[in-house]
């Protein structure tokens, strides 16, 4: 069994205050490395905790590290050393998951005026995952997500199963391709309870720094962290992308 674990950056809907991206990012990890990954996770937890204070029961959340809104207990440490933890973090993560696979989708806003943006990304990232499970992993898959439109993605799986279609490579028509093993709906997780879903946050947000560099913060490399994760990409997600990003 593999677990799929997705977080969102950014916001899929189309009024004046949307973002102008939707990012999703998954973490692929198979049942037989679950347990030496948390026990990772936590010696990292431990380490951060050591190095600058912050409890290992605190969620890990990317955009509150460098601005504060709700999470009060990052008070009391400096923005620089908030933002090493995301540096560090970004280090440790090909280590942590030396066996796994992350998958990214990201997609422009602007450029599908007509498509439904959670639905294009969504299906663009279930299509991946069941991809690399019957050719890769020769295994079947579940889906752990963070807080998310939950009835809207069920159905959209769920749909996919029946009819999926895929442009062919041959002709100019397209062929039915349902996605078949990816078991069950997608699993809620709230992110605070998760580590792994804190870790997908993480991967999700330096994605979107690296595509949105910000230049008060670049001062700390952070459009850079990014490629940290290289030895871990499913670079056979997009053909059309040195890093495997889904764009389209």
Not at 90 to 99: E, K, L, V, Y
Not at 170 to 190: K, M, Q, V
Request: hydrophobic letters at 35%; glycine letters at 4%.
């Amino acid at each position: 069994m593999h677990i799929l674990y997705v977080d969102e950056s950014g916001d899929p809907g189309k009024h004046k205050y949307s973002s102008p991206h939707f990012i999703l990012s998954g973490l692929i990890i198979s049942q037989e490395d679950w347990t030496l990954c948390l026990d990772r996770l936590k010696t990292f937890r431990k380490s951060i905790y050591t190095t600058y204070g912050l409890n290992q029961r605190t969620e890990i959340h990317a955009s509150e590290l460098i601005r504060i809104n709700n999470l009060k207990e990052y008070q009391k440490i400096t923005k620089t050393n908030r933002i090493n933890i995301l540096r560090d973090y970004a280090s440790q993560i090909p280590i942590i998951f030396s066996n796994a696979k992350i998958i990214n989708i990201c997609l422009k806003i602007e450029e599908h005026p007509e498509r439904d943006i959670f639905d294009l990304a969504w299906s663009r990232l279930l299509q991946r995952y069941d991809i690399y499970l019957k050719k890769e992993a020769k295994d079947k898959g579940i889906v752990v997500v963070d807080d998310t439109d939950s009835i809207k993605l069920q159905n959209l799986q769920r749909k996919m199963r029946v009819y999926n279609p895929i442009p062919s490579h041959f002709s100019e028509g397209t062929y039915n391709a349902p996605i078949n093993n990816i078991l069950e709906d997608p699993f809620s997780r709230t992110s605070n309870q998760s580590y792994f879903i804190q870790t997908v946050d993480v991967i999700a947000h330096l994605l979107y720094r690296k595509e949105y560099p910000k230049g008060s913060l670049k001062k700390f490399g952070l459009e850079y962290q990014f490629s940290k994760f290289e030895p871990i990409l499913l670079k056979k997600a997009s053909k059309l992308d040195n890093l495997g990003i889904v764009r389209k």
